[in-house]
């Protein structure tokens, strides 16, 4: 028998034809996204009858099928397949309900298809047609052999003796009682006379059984044609049970391919209403973080300005006092000078901000002799704090300034 489906060549091999166990199998050879269709059974029925081996398939990660996507809430790099900034939860797609009814008609529909047409009526149709193959042709002998020709002769000879019999009798009358030839041929005369009505009626006989002959062929081929009707209705009425399961079918896959391209399709309209929500959260998140660094540089900026400004005053005031008389250009500040700068920008702007100037000011020389006095430098080893950050006996009054500053 030709095998033209997946549930046929399955069932043959007494493997479970369900479809639960083909969509197991088409992951197993490569066929991914099984949904049932003509065209998927047709490709797994050709790679099963090819013997291709299936695939290893990969094992799934433990955490399932399921990712939990967070929002981003530090500075870290994030994972992109686990991190997302709208908290949104991925799921996997998966059927739903009518999507599945419709999936388990189809296959309750290929697990009832119906099988090859069987004839009731094989035995008796070729039976006749042996018998109609190897009936003899007619015999004239049977005319002779029929009981109602062997009834008829005997009937005429009887009556012929009969006739024979009176018609010499009554010649022998005639003579005195006495035998003639005329007696006997007359007598033979009425004896020839039945015999020949006998000959008229075996002709009637012989149209008799020869009719019989051919009535008895006859009745074998309205048999014949009985049985093939019967038959041919037997037929219509199995391809009409055929038709009415393909279109059942049909009707099914069809219903079936709709439902799951709506539903996958509802779920593709998900997953795009996420990623757009996704990238207008992340451009937002983009734009804010630009919107702070914009912010904070222009805060450093001002700061930046603003210490410019307040050195700058320093060192003008410098220059219109006259200066000190001490060596050094009209833009070094006098250790005096940058120390009332450093106290500024310590009160102004914080700690931090004050040492980072103070460095500055080291680096660039902008300030003049920086060295304690003899008397100072008793006065810090007297104060007897070791925690100042720097060694007494480098003299550096602003960095004795800067320790005290950061206690």
Request: glycine fraction near 8%.
């Amino acid at each position: 028998m030709a095998i033209g489906s997946i549930v046929d060549y399955l069932s043959s091999r007494g493997q479970d034809s369900s479809y639960k166990n083909r969509k197991k199998l088409a992951e197993q050879y490569g066929i991914s996204g099984y949904t049932g269709s003509a065209n998927q059974n047709t490709q797994l029925l050709n790679t099963l009858r090819s013997g291709s081996t299936a695939q290893q398939q990969p094992q799934a990660p433990t955490g399932g099928n399921n990712v939990t996507i967070t929002p981003v809430n530090s500075s870290e790099k994030a994972s992109p397949a686990q991190e997302y900034i709208t908290g949104y939860k991925y799921n996997k797609y998966t059927p739903s309900n009518r999507v599945n009814d419709y999936a388990d008609k189809l296959e309750d529909l290929e697990n009832s298809k119906p099988g090859d047409f069987s004839s009731r009526y094989d035995e008796q149709i070729q039976n006749i047609i042996n018998t109609i193959q190897n009936r003899p042709q007619f015999d004239q002998g049977q005319v002779y052999d029929s009981d109602l020709y062997k009834q008829y002769r005997e009937q005429y000879i009887q009556q012929g003796n009969k006739a024979m019999r009176d018609t010499m009798g009554n010649a022998a009358a005639l003579t005195g009682g006495y035998g003639s030839t005329y007696a006997t041929a007359a007598g033979q005369q009425a004896y020839d006379g039945y015999l020949s009505q006998l000959g008229d009626k075996t002709m009637d006989i012989y149209d008799r059984v020869y009719n019989q002959y051919l009535n008895e062929g006859q009745e074998l081929y309205n048999q014949l044609g009985m049985y093939n009707n019967q038959d041919s209705i037997d037929y219509g009425r199995y391809r009409d049970t055929v038709g009415d399961y393909y279109n059942d079918l049909n009707y099914y896959s069809n219903r079936y391919n709709t439902e799951y391209a709506n539903d996958f399709g509802e779920y593709q309209t998900d997953q795009d209403a996420m990623r757009w929500a996704e990238q207008y959260a992340y451009q937002k998140t983009q734009d804010a973080l630009a919107q702070s660094n914009w912010r904070e540089q222009f805060d450093y900026q001002k700061e930046q300005d603003a210490l410019q400004y307040a050195l700058a005053q320093q060192r003008a005031a410098r220059s219109g006092g006259g200066g000190s008389g001490k060596s050094g250009s009209a833009t070094q500040l006098t250790e005096t000078e940058a120390e009332r700068y450093l106290d500024y920008v310590r009160q102004t702007y914080g700690i931090n901000a004050a040492n980072k100037e103070y460095k500055n000011l080291v680096s660039t020389g902008g300030v003049t002799d920086n060295k304690m006095s003899p008397e100072m430098v008793k006065a810090a080893q007297a104060a007897n704090m070791p925690n100042l950050g720097y060694n007494y006996s480098d003299e550096n009054k602003l960095k004795y300034l800067m320790g005290m500053m950061n206690r």
